[in-house]
């Protein structure tokens, strides 16, 4: 394989969100900076995100000259750039001349000037401000040798519901529709005497104000929101790449975030970052948050299959969460080093130097207030940089996933819409990591995708509560399962379209024959209920034992599948709670309640061992993750202990330590929140 280098650079890039705007009346603390980034290892820096109002202070007038100044600077230092285009947040001059640009809230009220990301982005004349400061950016620093990448704007999210959107919103629908006939019976309007005559009738979702009952509407709106946000951002690229067409360009992806969709918008960037901000610590089991971080970048990868970057994560606290606890000595270290583990090529910590003042100014940073690097997060970031430094080798390489987990947004949109079963909460990102961590425990390299996604590289597939069916997706699931794949399909799926519209003759609808079950109802469990689930020999002498469901019952036949465990409770007591299907050269299984750990623990296990599924750990051991990178001579794998006690490791076999940088065998003992990073050939 050829590297995938998102930089064109063998090396692990170690730098930060650097905001040197904020400080231009202290030109001491500006060249005290560029000494401390050498110090600390840091050799790239993201500039610009917020900087329209220094660049343009007034319209028409520019000024690049402190700009000019701290990119040379950077560059004279060996610092590499990712300039941003300032979108994110417009100066004050432009909403109180041309007040079209702010956004407008669902209940219909205009957004004052102020915070960021609340601008409209169907607005001509923001689109059009936004490319002429762009254009500046790019006849200026397209060429620049400092300069490797483009960062679009700054965390794209929200919705505007202005007059300019609404006319959009129904341009949209008529592409996507062509008729108001065939809008009506996607929509169901007829539901409630909601029929549309006109397209002029049709207004955005608004829950205190009009209609949000109509389940179409919402989820176009969505879809809707998606794409002109997408069409924002490629008006912004397609300003400054021609000016340098080698200039890679992204935009900072969040946290299962689902205001768009990101498979979508993945396709029109030319690598992915996410900005991770996990509440280490904060709860009891150390490997929750752990999982679910490894779970964002596994899909951030999976988003265009190759390395991503980490353009953003925290050093030692946030100031936003409800209690903003401190990293622990080592968290560090090793949380990047995760990050690096599932495929990041890049690692910067947000902030370079806190904010002396607003909001920011008790967020965590490399250079706290004191101003120096003799602190124990400096220290640690410093320890950090020259690990990364040894990590050269590992850049471009790629994460080998056999299985792959199915989370997609659009479902996931209809899901929180449904109005039933269980509208205290369907949980579909917790079922989703349910199965993750079983995986990610055993050091199972996992891609997570969605329906749109191709199946035939893995042996298995995992897709919780896939309730929406979207396009063809039923009919490649069989395809994989026909064809020898594993398929594990769960309560709630197959049960609406892409329109949101239930599927007729049963359901799992597209799935019922691969599944080879009629679900016939669905029972809602309230929080802490539970019903009893036993499998014995007669069953399945594998999966024997007593186990506990929770949230949702699904009551199911079996029509051509086996049933491997029944429901003990209630007046289901008897029913199909685990079946397994044998279709064509494959087996499909489905889960029918959310089932505990203890089953969990099994039933990966057996997918696992029957699938001889690659994985870097012989069993799990508590609070320990071991994850592999490859290049077609070498292996690389990172082992991080995420508890607050030492853990030994068994070693298959021999390995060069590249942190150490000695050879390791045997057993390895990992000190609490340590982590380790060994190769060998293949």
């Given at each position: ?8 650079e ?9 905001n ?17 980034m ?15 109002a220094?660049l343009?202070?007034e ?28 979108s994110?947040?417009?100066?004050a ?5 041309y ?8 209940d ?35 060429h620049?040798?400092a300069?490797v ?20 919103f ?12 065939k ?5 169901w309007s ?8 006109d397209?002029?009738q ?29 069409d924002f ?22 946290e299962?975030f689902?205001?768009?969709d ?5 396709k029109?960037l ?13 709860y ?9 971080t490894?779970?964002?970048?596994d899909?951030?990868r ?6 991503f970057?980490?353009?953003?994560h ?20 090793l949380?990047?080093l995760?990050a690096?583990a599932h ?10 130097r ?6 920011e ?6 250079i ?15 320890e950090?940089?020259g690990?990364?430094?040894r ?32 509208n ?20 199972v ?44 399909s ?16 049963g359901?799992?609808?597209?799935l019922?024959?691969?599944?080879g ?8 469990l309230?929080?802490g209920?539970?019903?009893k ?6 069953l ?17 036949h079996p ?11 209630d ?12 279709y ?19 039933f990966?296990?057996?997918l696992v ?7 870097e ?32 490791v ?28 060994l190769?060998?050939?293949l």
């Amino acid at each position: 394989m050829n590297p995938q280098l998102v930089f064109g650079e063998s090396k692990i890039f170690h730098g930060c969100d650097y905001n040197p705007e904020q400080w231009l009346d202290y030109p001491e603390i500006l060249e005290k900076d560029l000494a401390l980034m050498q110090e600390a290892g840091c050799n790239i820096v993201s500039i610009g995100i917020f900087s329209w109002a220094k660049l343009e202070p007034e319209e028409g007038k520019f000024d690049f000259s402190w700009l000019d100044m701290i990119i040379e600077k950077l560059h004279a230092h060996g610092v590499k750039v990712i300039l941003a285009t300032p979108s994110g947040a417009r100066p004050a001059w432009l909403d109180l001349k041309y007040p079209e640009v702010l956004r407008m809230t669902e209940d219909r009220q205009t957004r004052l000037h102020g915070h960021r990301q609340n601008h409209c982005l169907t607005s001509p004349v923001y689109r059009e401000k936004v490319k002429i400061i762009n254009t500046k950016l790019a006849e200026r620093y397209a060429h620049h040798p400092a300069v490797v990448s483009w960062h679009i704007s700054n965390e794209f999210g929200g919705y505007c519901h202005c007059p300019l959107c609404q006319k959009a919103f129904r341009r949209f629908l008529k592409e996507r529709y062509g008729t108001l006939e065939k809008l009506n019976h996607a929509w169901w309007s007829t539901f409630w005497s909601h029929t549309y005559t006109d397209w002029d009738q049709i207004e955005s979702p608004s829950k205190n104000l009009g209609e949000w009952c109509v389940h179409g509407l919402n989820l176009d709106f969505r879809r809707f929101s998606t794409a002109q946000c997408m069409d924002f951002c490629k008006a912004e690229i397609d300003t400054v790449k021609p000016f340098n067409p080698d200039l890679p360009v992204t935009t900072n992806f969040m946290e299962f975030f689902y205001d768009y969709d990101y498979f979508e918008f993945a396709k029109i960037l030319d690598y992915t970052c996410w900005d991770s901000y996990p509440e280490w610590h904060v709860y009891e089991d150390p490997e929750y948050i752990a999982s679910y971080t490894a779970m964002n970048h596994d899909l951030m990868r999976s988003l265009k299959q190759k390395p991503f970057v980490l353009m953003e994560h925290t050093v030692s606290c946030t100031n936003w969460r409800p209690l903003s606890r401190l990293k622990k000595p080592g968290m560090e270290k090793l949380s990047c080093l995760q990050a690096v583990a599932h495929g990041a090529d890049s690692i910067q910590g947000f902030q370079w130097r806190k904010s002396r003042g607003s909001s920011e100014k008790f967020h965590g940073a490399i250079i706290d207030h004191v101003g120096h690097l003799n602190t124990r997060v400096g220290r640690e970031v410093k320890e950090l940089g020259g690990i990364l430094q040894r990590l050269g080798e590992v850049a471009g390489t790629e994460v080998r996933a056999q299985a792959a987990l199915v989370l997609d947004t659009q479902n996931r949109w209809a899901l929180d819409d449904a109005q039933g079963p269980r509208n205290a909460g369907l949980h579909y990102l917790e079922v989703c990591l349910d199965y993750y961590h079983e995986l990610w425990r055993r050091g199972v390299a996992v891609d997570v995708i969605d329906e749109t996604c191709p199946l035939d590289k893995y042996k298995l597939v995992i897709a919780p509560m896939t309730y929406m069916i979207r396009g063809d997706y039923g009919q490649r699931v069989e395809n994989f399962v026909k064809n020898g794949g594993v398929y594990v399909s769960t309560f709630w799926s197959g049960i609406v379209d892409e329109n949101d519209l239930c599927f007729l003759g049963g359901f799992p609808g597209p799935l019922r024959q691969v599944l080879g079950i009629w679900d016939e109802e669905i029972e809602c469990l309230d929080e802490g209920e539970q019903v009893k689930v036993i499998s014995d020999t007669a069953l399945s002498p594998e999966l024997w034992g007593s186990y506990q469901g929770s949230l949702l019952c699904a009551l199911v036949h079996p029509e051509s599948a086996q049933t491997l465990a029944q429901y003990d409770s209630d007046f289901y007591r008897g029913m199909s709670a685990v079946t397994r299907n044998i279709y064509g050269m494959g087996r499909a299984y489905y889960v029918a309640t959310r089932l505990d750990r203890s089953f969990l623990d099994n039933f990966v296990r057996i997918l696992v061992d029957g699938l001889d599924l690659t994985r870097e750990l012989s069993h799990p051991i508590a609070g320990v993750s071991a994850m592999a990178r490859y290049s077609d001579t070498k292996k690389f794998l990172f082992i991080g202990n995420y508890s607050a006690e030492a853990k030994t490791v068994g070693l298959k076999g021999e390995y060069y330590d590249l942190i150490n940088e000695q050879t390791r065998s045997g057993n390895l003992t990992l000190m609490p929140y340590g982590s380790a990073v060994l190769s060998c050939p293949l």
